[in-house]
DNA sequence: CTTGACCTTCCCATGATGGGAAGCCCTATC
DNA sequence: GATAGGGCTTCCCATCATGGGAAGGTCAAG
């Protein structure tokens, strides 16, 4: 089957079916006479592989563990766990920091009149900010 | 003083200040004589409001929005308080869709041996994708 | 006079995705 | 046969916020 209905079939947009072969996610496909990229089944399968890790978070590259641990019959499952392990605690983490800034933003909000006065506590914390030097917290790379 | 000291004094890098001057978001600053950046406190204060912003997890979009009724004295409140809503809202939005991850992923990795073996409910979870189309959920622009 | 620590601008990379142009191929309709 | 439309190809650009690094100017201390 043709590019379109590999991605009607598997959900992931032909732009994305395009870069995953780029990026060396997936492998380069068969093509037709006319140079169209052609997909059994089982490429399709993959592509469905990739678009429920990505909908579960996983990036593109522990995508790419998982795939190949999937496509090795003689895998240790404990190695799966891991990267779902590790990825599970990232989610946390960025979880954690998202409901901190929930946090601080409803009491500011609360304390906020919200009508015509200009005064506003929210504003007021954003500029009252008195200890500068703060090291950014980094991401995985 | 030097874009070394703002940097310091703000708690955001010289490289950061340049590109919020680049791309509008605080003025340009006085140049010394050898064309060297010259901020002063006022302008160190802008930095940190930045950087409470963006610690807030307000995009630079909605930073600069914040910036100019800060800027306003004849500010309503309630635009204030309208912008933070909606970031709040955005969180929660982001926080509840990695929690629904972290609920299935834990599932899973719980229903996982984690051993030498290669059975994994993992794997066979992203294999299993029965449901191909799913729509992708957008975020705000 | 050299060294090192600043500063300047400019270009490139990230991650995952979409937009769009220019051009080829095929089919259906007039 | 000509044309219109839809699908495919590659290629380039944009997003968002940030960092890395090169090439070169400036300044102060040794």
Redesign the pocket.
Known sequence: ???????KASG?????????EQ?GLIHP?A???????LYTEDEVHVLRF?RRA?SLG??????QKLLALWQDKARESAAVKEVATQHIADLERRIAEMQGMVKTLKHLSHCCSGDGRPDCPILEDLAASAAPPVK?TRRK?
């Open positions: 089957m043709n590019i379109g209905e590999a991605s992931v947009s032909s732009k994305m079916i395009r870069y995953y990026i496909t093509r037709s006479e006319n140079n169209y990229r990739i990505r996983f990036s593109l590259e522990e995508t950014p790379h």
